[in-house]
């Protein structure tokens, strides 16, 4: 089937099969390669998209089930100023290990500042305990969200003085 | 795009320079240095720049290229090795470009991701690297003002002539510096630390900039001209084979091109057997499985269950062991005499090393040769596979190492990586061959699961006078199945007067391999929580016992009583141990642990609430990897997540076997640690005089003890299997 989608801000024209998750649609046909595949099932969090402005798991979005909403993914999540400060924040933290969910975190913690602007740690960890860090680089990416926010990159949860 | 044709950059057999780091039989680092220089014609273009030896490039705008050799699996290695040519290159960090390497052993000696060696195995070689190209850059400038050596310096990217302050940049050399003869390695003068102006900053992540921003990376994004995609679809059962499969519905699926019968051999590590599907959309290929129907010939595995594997061992605990590790003094006697004695069975299951990246390579046959696009953590390994299987030379494969989303040690093994070489030739096509999820869980090498059967006898002060451990393992023929083994010199072995280790083998017929921390990450927790046992028993502070256990300052074989002391007294000054009184539910608990020459010592802090749920407040971590960390953002977040590695697998993991099959297949059942399970990790460096050694693993093992102590001292119960269940605390 013909599908016409918005990514980024581009529209897009895609032959696909109706059930084809818009993970593969984005992976494998319009070759943006930046949203990864970790479970297939929406467990892990790595394939983590926007649509308008609010985070799906597109390992388990039919294609056809995006009509005209507005996708946007770790390739055009920069072009907003908070989306380029998640990233530069991650940068300054040096969050990344393998790097491999870290698209998914990125569009997580940016959908949670576009609507809470100061997390508290309790925000931090309903929005985001979703999305599976392997190597477990929870504790950056915690401080890598605060810093983005413009706040102290403190643990509130850290009461051992 | 990743794309096809990274070819090496060096033409010329004449610029080759080699150098090779080998590892001794008994661990110990043997440095092989030799670096030929053949003098004479060496070309270098102006867009290449100039080779000054296998590591180092410089163009003529003065550009500075370091080829970082090992494979990168979130370690940090393509950053950190790197930093250690260029230090005594003596350049600007920032304007440094980093390459990845093509596998090549024969140019840059052995390139593997395990066992946290890179550092020790490459402390001293890639410095040597750097400082010889620095050293002929040096010899140009020399020449080419006509002065001796010994009046040139390098300043950042510059050789100054120190009495005229005359300057030339390295790009002005490069040409010439290049047709020099290359030094003696093992002849350079390498700098006093105290002048590091690149090792021990912290430099930020190579390729996170790409990461960040969603540019292809990984194996999984790798596209060739030309690719198809494929499944490779095996038997449940480990070590099945195809009796039949309905090839022909299959190949009327949508997107399907070709589906075939793969026959390979019995070993895990090789081509298995199983059907392959090739198609031009991996969604669509992954999707006709559904209508795939195979006739299994599952074999004698599928007799095999982890409940089996339980009761079997409960069983082998009532005999002698099989295999005797260590025998000293008399045990029996000793307990006999003991004023307490205690006696515990520990287990731990099997476990997945579930990368996130799913196993996945790309590879394309064609005239009798195979260029593949791996994420490996071994790609000589690879090679070697391949050419077995394929009947090929090692010469005919090229192997481009990707950036792989975890290794954890899965990627240490090949078995993805010949399986695409193997369906790329029978298809006629390059293919990315991509496992799903569940193909992931279930066709991994398992951490081994383990049983251990401890007795202990103490004298009426406390003192341990007698240990013995009866491992039941996996194996045959007296033989331990891959990181199912255990040391003679397993800790408290040599500590205690009478002691007795041993071992016992269940036949198994699954893949097992190394996860992180291989078998100290299952012998910490048992052995660490039992010396906990026998310190409550005795009535003595757990950390004080655990001292007073090391006694003297001394080496036991390669094992430094002193390191380990003083890594537990600055994790007890650091967590508060004697200070901090946990309030009720609360508790604390330490463990240590020394494994990939680490001495680590942590302290967890821990609730447990009304219904059993666990919350794990805080880690502390006290280690000893030496005189000097390389990259410290790296290694303060390699321990942190080990740390949160360890906690992850005590909080929630297990692979379990029925009838020869594994019954978890996703992150709904194999659970990794989340966000609102990770607490703070503290860590604390002890820097000391010997030479630096890893930190991708040995931060591990410890924690998973010390969390279960500190559920101990905070509930009063014992976790003596993993992971743990929080029913016991309601």
Known sequence: MHFTIRINGKAHEVEADPQMPLLWVLRDLLDLKGTKFGCGKSFCGACTVHSNGVPIRSCVTPVSSVGSAAITTIEGVGATPLGKAVQNAWLAVDVVQCGYCQAGQIMSASALLAKTPKPSDMDIDKAMSGNICRCATYTRIRAAIKQAAGMSTADSRDTFT | ?730
């Not at chain 2, 954890?408 to 061959?433: H, T």
């Open chain 2, 1 to 730: 795009m990743i794309r096809a044709g990274h070819a090496a950059r060096v033409s010329g057999e004449s610029r080759r320079a080699f150098l090779r780091a080998s590892v001794a039989v008994g661990g110990g680092l043997l440095l092989d240095f030799s670096l030929p220089g053949v003098l004479g014609a060496r070309e270098n273009s102006a867009e290449a720049g100039s080779t000054l030896n296998a590591f180092v490039q410089i163009s003529n705008d003065g550009t500075v290229t370091i080829t970082s050799k090992n494979p990168e699996i979130g370690q940090g290695i393509k950053t950190m090795l790197p930093m250690l040519i260029a230090e005594e290159l003596d350049v600007d960090w920032a304007g440094v470009r980093i390459e990845q390497a093509l596998s090549d052993p024969a140019r840059y000696g052995v390139q593997f991701a395990g066992g946290s060696r890179a550092t020790p195995l490459n402390w001293e070689p890639l410095r040597r690297v750097g400082a010889a190209a620095r050293q002929m850059l040096i010899s140009a400038a020399a020449q080419v003002w006509s002065v001796p050596v010994s009046e040139c310096d390098t300043e950042s990217g510059k050789v100054v002539h120190t009495p005229t302050k005359r300057r030339l940049s390295y790009g002005r050399l490069a040409s010439k510096a290049a047709m020099l003869a290359a030094p003696d390695l093992t002849q350079v003068t390498l700098k006093d630390p105290k002048n590091f102006k690149i090792i021990g900053k912290s430099c930020a992540g190579t390729d996170s900039p790409l990461v960040v921003t969603g540019k292809p990376l990984f194996g999984i994004d790798v596209t060739v001209p030309g690719m198809l995609y494929a499944v490779f679809v095996k038997s449940p059962v480990f070590g099945g084979t195809v009796i039949s499969a309905n090839l022909d519905t299959v190949k009327a699926q949508a997107g399907v091109r070709d589906a075939f019968i793969v026959s390979g051999g019995a070993v895990f590590n090789g081509l298995g057997n199983g059907v392959a599907i090739v198609g031009a959309n991996w969604w669509l290929v992954d999707q006709a499985r559904e209508s795939l129907q195979v006739a299994w010939d599952e074999g004698a595995t599928a007799a095999q269950s982890s409940t089996g594997f339980a009761r079997q061992a409960v069983e082998f605990s009532t005999q002698a062991p099989g295999v005797k590790l260590a025998a000293d003094g008399d045990v029996a006697r000793a307990l006999g005499a003991s004023a307490k004695k205690l006696e515990a069975a520990y287990s731990y299951p099997f476990l997945s090393h579930a990368t996130l990246e799913p196993q996945n390579c790309t590879a394309h046959f064609h005239d009798g040769k195979v260029e593949i696009w791996a994420p490996t953590q071994n790609p000589d390994a690879g090679r070697k596979i391949v050419a077995k299987t394929l009947g090929l030379t090692d010469a005919d494969i090229t192997i481009h190492m990707i950036r792989c989303g975890g290794g954890f040690g899965r990627r240490l093994m090949n078995d993805y990586m010949v399986e695409a070489a193997w369906i790329s030739k029978q298809a006629g096509a390059p293919i990315k061959l991509l496992w799903n999820r569940q193909d992931d869980v279930q066709h991994d090498f398992y951490r081994p699961a383990g049983f251990h059967f401890f007795k202990a006898g103490l004298d009426s002060a406390g003192k341990l006078q007698a240990f013995s451990d009866h491992f039941v393992s996996f194996g045959e023929n007296g033989k331990a199945a891959p990181s199912a083994d255990m040391s003679a010199n397993e800790f408290p072995a040599k500590f205690v007067a009478n002691l007795e280790l041993g071992i016992s083998f269940m036949p198994l017929g699954v893949p097992t391999g190394p996860l992180r921390a291989p078998g100290s990450n299952g012998l910490a927790f048992v052995f660490q929580s039992f010396i906990d046992e026998i310190a409550h028993a005795a009535d003595q502070d757990p950390l004080q016992y655990r001292i007073d256990l090391l006694g003297e300052r001394r080496q036991v074989g390669a094992f430094d009583t002193g390191r380990m002391i003083d890594v537990l007294a600055l994790v007890r000054d650091k967590s508060g141990w004697t200070r901090r009184k946990p309030p009720k539910g609360s508790g604390m608990g330490v463990a240590f642990y020394y494994s990939h020459l680490g001495y680590f010592a942590e302290v967890v802090h821990a609730t447990v609430a009304a219904g059993g749920k666990i919350t794990v407040d805080k880690v502390w971590v006290a280690s000893d990897v030496g005189s000097q960390i390389i990259n410290p953002t790296g290694a303060e977040n390699q321990v942190q997540g080990a740390a949160l590695d360890g906690i992850g697998e005590a909080l929630g993991q297990a692979i379990t076997l029925e009838n020869g099959r594994v019954a978890q297949s996703n992150f709904n059942d194999f659970l990794l640690l989340r966000m609102n399970q990770a607490p703070p990790v503290e860590v604390h460096f002890l820097k000391t005089e010997h030479p630096p050694t890893g930190l991708g693993e040995p931060a591990l093992p410890p924690v998973l003890p010390a969390l279960c102590n500190a559920l101990f001292a905070a509930t009063g119960v014992r976790i003596r299997s993993l992971p743990i269940d929080p029913q016991l605390f309601v």
